[in-house]
């Protein structure tokens, strides 16, 4: 199968035609003697449009390849479909997973002539394309999982050489192989090394850098630590004289679990002074971890509250402290444009595609459906992490999830999502005033928050909680060294400029609120600046309804419809037992802000209207 599909008796091929016979007999021999049903069977057969007669085409497609190979090979039945034991011959895909393995095994040990050896015996297995004269259905779907076995096995191969001080040889072929797969940093750090021991330090530096260009204009990524760590040995004039690369070239160092070769890493930086949410965060480590069990049960992770609470930050932030459950990689995708609006799963799609696997693999399609079975075929079966941040419903994201239970998924989003059927869900609340005080010492600098320690119990006071917020007034406070907190204090104490003075660079409070606004349904979003109007204690449904002159049953439909948008919080019930409903104290400002005309798409400098309307409320 490492090729073109083929059968050889006595070493000669044994004459056969059709891609349908071959693709019946490829599908049975991955099956490796376990039963392939006869859905499977279809669906690599003639995809998503089988014909009418499938049982009967099928039942021909066997008998035809049981007069083929002859007694010596079983085909059968075995509902829901069929299994093949193929006795005493051999297949080329075992003994090329056997020859890797032990290949592996001898780099590992630091024996690299022998692991070269295997290495080399394994791939000349290799005849090929794999599956090229079977169905584009079958080749689609297990053809990319052998040709990364064999791509891991030719970067162990180069390993060994290196090791051997085989650099000037490999060059060749390095070069080749860089312009083969120019997103796998392996061998681009393979080539960076021989390279350099060859004396050509500047083409060295020369490839790092083309490679950073090709991750950022085909991923939107940074260089992974593999490749980073090459460059910065090579700077360091450090490079031309690692003795034994073998081991981190195969990705085996002993105190971390193996990370796959060309494994992607989307996450974006950790944030570097984050701080609170232990318990959140100690939640999702483990909700994420392997549970150890073999339960089989999906890892899904959902992360829900209102705009600026910092989910994405906890998201990202415990992303990267589980990184070691997830050798196969990390997968990030914001599932929001700048704009606010949702991205479109088709494009969403090929971004992760992309990174799953090299760019021209990936089709250009807007078959949705399409997209969506090669993705769920690319994560099958690996330890992946895939992190979907700022999902907005179920229509954007159920195509973006897996259908195994091996890639775990964390999800961030305004509301709950019906989608991530049985998620551990983690809802986020405002920081408490500890927390709060130091996120913002962490933001602004430890030595200006306790120089004004008063300014800053007013500056937590009037940020409520949100830690986007927190994090602007620090950004400001830590920009303008030689001005005291006070005065920012002072203008946040008003509630005509607060929302005004929350703003810092891209960091915007009440830009951050729009697209929740824009979201809401018209007879929402019209009613939303009114119920503002009625203070900042909580109030029940009767209130509102008195207040916008509705039924109460009416009235508490919109009220859910705000609190499912994240802009209104369900605090506690009144004596009656019925839900009262709060506004967090930033998110009633901007709504009131709306009620008096203040331009929705505009950013806070085009706002000194509204900020100067305000002083009539309460």
């Known amino acids: 199968m490492l090729g073109p599909v083929e059968v050889r008796r006595d070493g000669r091929r044994v004459a056969f035609s059709g891609a349908k016979l071959h693709t019946v007999l490829a599908a049975l021999l991955v099956a490796r003697e376990e039963v392939i049903s006869d859905e499977r069977l279809c669906r690599l057969l003639w995809g998503w449009a089988p014909p009418a007669t499938v049982s009967a085409q099928l039942y021909t497609y066997v008998s035809r390849l049981r007069k083929i190979l002859g007694d010596d090979v079983l085909i059968d039945r075995r509902p829901p479909g069929y299994a093949m034991s193929i006795g005493n011959a051999t297949l080329d895909l075992t003994e090329f997973e056997k020859l890797a393995l032990s290949g592996r095994e001898a780099l590992i040990a630091e024996d690299f002539e022998k692991a070269g050896e295997l290495l080399r015996g394994a791939l000349a297995r290799w005849n090929g394309l794999p599956f090229a ?38 060059t060749g072929e390095l070069t080749g192989l860089v312009a083969e797969f120019p997103l796998r940093e392996r061998i681009r750090c393979q080539l960076m090394t021989a390279l350099c021991r060859s004396g050509r330090q500047a083409d060295a530096i020369h490839l790092y850098h083309h490679g950073r260009a090709v991750l950022a204009d085909e991923l939107g990524v940074n260089p992974g630590e593999e490749l980073q760590s090459t460059y910065r040995a090579l700077l360091e004039g450090t490079l031309d004289r690692q003795p034994r690369p073998a081991a981190v070239a195969a990705g085996t160092r002993r105190e971390a679990p193996e990370r796959t070769a060309g494994a992607p890493a989307m996450l974006p930086p950790d944030t570097v002074d984050f701080t609170g949410r232990e318990p959140e965060l100690d939640l999702l480590c483990r909700a994420l971890a392997p549970d150890g069990q073999g339960s089989g049960r999906p890892r899904r992770v959902l992360v829900t509250g209102m705009a600026g609470l910092g989910k994405t930050a ?27 609006t949702p991205r479109h799963p088709t494009r969403v799609l090929r971004r992760l595609l992309r990174a799953l696997a090299p760019a021209d693999e990936v089709p250009v399609t807007e078959d949705q459906d399409q997209l969506v079975r090669l993705y769920r075929e690319r994560t099958r079966g690996r330890q992946l992490l895939i992190v979907l941040d700022n999902a907005s419903g179920a229509a954007q994201l159920g195509p973006l999830l897996p259908n195994t239970p091996e890639p775990a998924v964390l999800v961030t989003g305004r509301t709950a999502l019906p989608t991530v059927a049985g998620a551990h869900t983690v809802a986020l609340a405002p920081l408490a005033p500890r927390d709060s005080l130091e996120l913002l010492s962490a933001a602004a600098g430890p030595a200006r928050v306790a120089a004004a320690p008063g300014a800053a119990s007013a500056i937590v006071e009037h940020c409520a909680g949100l830690p986007l917020a927190l994090r602007i007034v620090g950004t400001r406070i830590a920009a303008r060294p030689h001005s005291t907190p006070d005065r920012l204090a002072r203008r946040l104490a008003d509630p005509v400029t607060r929302l005004r003075e929350l703003h810092s660079g891209d ?43 509705l039924p109460e049953a009416e009235a508490e439909r919109l009220l859910e419809a705000l609190a499912d948008a994240a802009l209104l919080e369900v605090s506690g019930a009144d004596e009656w037992g019925q839900p009262c409903y709060l506004f967090h104290p930033l998110v009633r400002l901007f709504a009131l802000s709306l009620a008096e005309g203040a331009a929705p798409d505009c950013g806070p400098a085009a706002r000194p209207e509204h900020n100067r309307r305000l002083t009539h409320r309460p």
């Open 314 to 340: 906890l998201a990202v932030h415990a992303a990267h402290r589980c990184q070691r459950h997830f050798p196969d990689g990390q997968l990030y995708a914001d599932l929001r444009a700048p704009d606010g």
């Open 133 to 170: 004269n079977a169905t584009e259905y079958l080749a689609d779907a297990e053809a990319p999982r052998l040709t990364e076995a064999r791509a891991v096995t030719l970067e162990h191969r180069i390993a060994a050489d290196l090791a051997l001080g085989r650099h000037e040889q490999l």
């Open 507 to 549: 960091l915007d409070v009440h830009t951050s609120l729009l697209p929740s606004w824009r979201a809401l349904d018209p007879e929402v979003r019209a009613v939303f600046p009114a119920l503002a109007a009625l203070g900042p204690q909580p109030f029940p449904a009767a209130d509102a309804a008195m207040s916008l002159s």
